[in-house]
């Protein structure tokens, strides 16, 4: 009976095969960089590939200090090292020593062209770019059925509105068909009246997201009346359709978060109209109040049968005031015409004939108060208390006051 290896035996094994191959131990090989990391350690990792296969290069930190350029996606280039089986994943790849650039890459300078063209067309132009609606009720995506990218739109996109409605195109987002599947997926959404489509994938090598540059997706997402976000690979991958779309977003979670409004916040916006709004409503309830009342006051002051009353009231008291003034003053012109009687009795001349005084006047009725009034046989009248003595001037004498 056959003995029976571990895992790990069999890998060692074929690891122990590698190095005492000769040709394997110092080979030079050729290719096109993708899908290239540098790690914080200061290791490069990345894939070399050509029109047929892949093979992982990995070039450790003291080799790689001594490059005199930094390896890029796309770079055609000639690396020098050995071949080895990397034991614990079971997996050979090639532990490069040198590499120098042998030109740049085929899919590379494809890229620059299609960028170039596509810009002076004028396809990037902010001009023809469509605005992502604010508050969107049904989304279209168009990526793989399965895959981190799709789970990542569905569950943050439920997430941040859950009543939101998601048309998903399955499409293939990597291969020689990809895209016309791209393409069909755009045209056939586009159809439908979404508010706005996601057009995207996960990360991977330019060779990997080459679909998202092929000239007919340009077109289909140039031509499409729905506005569209892109979102393919990693923040530091650009496509020709993150060029074209009205939106590019880093990565499709990204996508879901442009697309997609966060309900929670819609709803706290509406609560906070809902609480100004009842607030103004409130005011405007109590300032007509006010103003019902003030018409009211108004009205009933404006009221011909008060006014009318009122106006009684205040020509009554008129009249009490004019009463009394009237009584005031008689009282007071009666008081006056005593006094003044008074004084007139005083000096009254009937009075003082009374006292024995008497009044004397000529036939002209002229009071003589003089000799030089009278002539001799003048005819006088004298009054006394009780009657009128009629008399003849015989003889006026002057006499002197002592």
């Avoid at 494809?110 to 063209?117: D, G, N, V, W």
Wanted: aromatic fraction near 10%; charged fraction near 25%.
């Amino acid at each position: 009976m056959a003995g029976v290896y571990t895992v790990t035996q069999i890998n060692s094994y074929i690891k122990n095969m590698f190095r005492q191959d000769f040709v394997l131990n110092h080979v030079f090989v050729k290719g096109e960089i993708s899908n290239c990391k540098y790690h914080t350690s200061g290791h490069i990792y990345f894939t070399l590939k050509d029109e047929s296969g892949t093979l992982s290069i990995v070039m450790f930190a003291s080799n790689a200090a001594k490059l005199d350029f930094a390896l890029q996606n796309g770079m055609q280039v000639e690396i020098e090292g050995r071949i080895d089986v990397y034991e614990r994943d079971g997996k050979y790849q090639l532990y490069a020593s040198k590499i120098k650039m042998n030109g740049e890459g085929d899919l590379h300078k494809k890229y620059e062209q299609l960028k170039k063209y596509f810009e002076e067309m004028g396809y990037f132009s902010k001009d023809y770019k469509r605005p992502i609606p604010r508050y969107a009720k049904k989304i279209g995506v168009i990526t793989a059925k399965t895959g981190a990218a799709v789970h990542d739109i569905i569950t943050i996109s439920k997430r941040r509105n859950p009543y939101i409605s998601i048309y998903l195109y399955p499409a293939l987002v990597q291969g020689e068909n990809a895209k016309y599947s791209i393409v069909d997926g755009i045209q056939k959404l586009d159809e439908l009246g979404l508010d706005v489509i996601i057009v995207g994938r996960g990360g991977g090598s330019i060779e990997d997201l080459w679909a998202f540059n092929e000239e007919i997706v340009a077109e289909a997402i140039f031509a499409a009346k729905t506005p569209i976000i892109s979102a393919v690979g990693h923040e530091t991958d650009f496509t020709i359709a993150d060029f074209v779309a009205d939106m590019r977003a880093s990565t499709p979670s990204a996508a879901a978060e442009l697309a997609v409004c966060d309900i929670s916040v819609v709803v706290n916006v509406i609560e906070q109209y809902n609480y100004r709004i009842n607030n103004i409503f409130t005011r405007e309830v109590e300032r007509y109040r006010q103003l019902v009342n003030n018409y009211e006051l108004r009205i009933k002051y404006l009221n011909p049968v008060n006014q009318v009353n009122e106006k009684r009231q205040i020509a009554a008291q008129y009249l009490d005031k004019l009463d009394n003034l009237m009584k005031n003053k008689l009282t007071k012109y009666k008081n006056n015409l005593s006094l003044f009687a008074s004084r007139l009795e005083g000096v009254s001349p009937v009075n003082r004939l009374g006292q024995g005084y008497s009044y004397t006047e000529n036939a002209e009725g002229k009071n003589i108060s003089s000799i030089k009034d009278v002539v001799e046989n003048d005819i006088i009248k004298t009054y006394v208390k009780d009657g009128i003595v009629s008399s003849r001037v015989e003889k006026a004498d002057k006499f002197e006051l002592i």
